[in-house]
């Protein structure tokens, strides 16, 4: 008899948390975090590329992705969700699911963001709200949740429980540092969606790091260089446009791009990165050549451009990989670990040059 009144007393107690109400909150509506462009009129793409010409269909669908964007946002919830509306999910073999199509979420400890939860729904249940933590106390909290790197939507709802408090964050980062990069900058091969190189940087920082990462369409272009000119209230520019081009590209677009760059931002740093060393190089014979030529030429044409203009930098430090060589995906991207180590790697000759220009 007694287990009985146990195993009923234990469903009553299953179905009154499976009827948990929840009120759900657009993103947009709390503060949005991440973003070269703040104004798109689909809060979570990247950028409005109907105002510019000359992007290809691809460059376009890259660009509508929410790589980089975070919400943050304050709840005394026990638990939360997220309720999201996709206009392209992502199922590619690039990334794993939690970064491709899921949710990433981090909470304010002792001063820190430290990870909380990631999630996803399947492609049988992606209009169901993904249940991304559950059993927490009821104390106040900071929130930044990661939107996906590789999927495309068009609304996102967070969710607490009923008659818990859901309120916008503050601002949390300070300053606005811009970077424009390849699939490395993107986010490709990470395993969660907050785990790009200038997620981690902001986390670590401080300082707002904004992603316009293009997987594989980084290649230094004039209409990139035309929209960037027109990104608002950017303090600095951070670049890795060494990763993708050719060495024709580099040597016909490098200067041109700076120009560019620097006739729209006059004054503000242009802090370009050698691109990383990567592991397939280290059998392909014909792959380690282009590498090491793409890297010379890079850092002779960047030297010169040290010398020839204002406010231009070039940082050599990047490194993604281990003494062991066990950071890498595929040959080409890191991983998570790769990421936090290109991160670390950067962080300190990046925030001395900040600080010349009171970025800090």
């Not at 509506?29 to 689909?42: A, C, I, K």
């Not at 964007?69 to 969700?81: E, G, K, L, Q």
């Not at 050698?274 to 792959?287: D, G, L, P, S, V």
Request: glycine share 6%.
């Amino acid at each position: 008899m007694n287990k009985l009144i146990v195993t009923g007393l234990a469903l009553l107690l299953a179905l009154a948390v499976s009827a948990q109400e929840y009120r759900y909150v657009e993103a947009s509506e709390l503060t949005l975090t991440g973003q070269v462009f703040p104004d798109t009129p689909n809060p979570y793409h990247r950028m409005d590329t109907a105002r510019y010409k000359g992007f290809t269909a691809e460059e376009v669908r890259l660009l509508l992705e929410s790589a980089g964007t975070a919400v943050a946002f304050r709840t005394d919830s026990p638990s939360i969700r997220v309720l999201p509306v996709y206009v392209r999910p992502y199922f590619g073999g690039g990334t794993t699911g939690f970064a491709g199509r899921g949710f990433d979420l981090y909470i304010k400890k002792d001063g820190k963001w430290l990870w909380a939860a990631s999630g996803l729904q399947n492609d049988h249940a992606l209009d169901k709200p993904v249940k991304l933590i559950q059993d927490m106390d009821s104390s106040m909290k900071e929130c930044l949740l990661y939107l996906p790197v590789r999927s495309e939507v068009s609304s996102v709802k967070v969710g607490v429980e009923e008659g818990r408090v859901l309120e916008p964050l503050p601002q949390p980062f300070r300053h606005r540092v811009a970077v424009f990069g390849s699939s490395f900058t993107h986010g490709a091969s990470t395993s969660k969606a907050g785990m790009a190189y200038p997620s981690i940087l902001t986390r670590e920082t401080g300082i707002q790091f904004l992603n316009l990462g293009v997987s594989g369409r980084c290649r230094l272009q004039d209409y990139f260089a035309a929209a960037l000119a027109d990104a608002p209230d950017v303090d600095a520019f951070l670049f890795d446009t060494f990763s993708n081009p050719s060495l024709d590209e580099i040597r016909e677009r490098l200067f041109p791009f700076i120009e560019a760059m620097q006739a729209a931002h006059p004054g503000k740093p242009l802090i370009f990165q050698q691109t990383i060393y990567r592991e397939r190089r280290n059998f392909n014979r014909k792959a380690d050549a282009f590498e090491k030529e793409r890297i010379q030429l890079a850092a002779s044409l960047m030297k010169e451009a040290c010398r020839k203009y204002k406010d231009v930098y070039y940082i050599t430090t990047t490194n993604a990989t281990s003494e062991d060589h066990y950071t890498s995906v595929d040959g080409t991207h890191p991983g998570d670990y790769g990421y936090t180590l290109w991160a670390r790697s950067i962080k300190k000759p990046l925030l001395k040059i900040l600080k010349k220009y009171g970025i800090r």
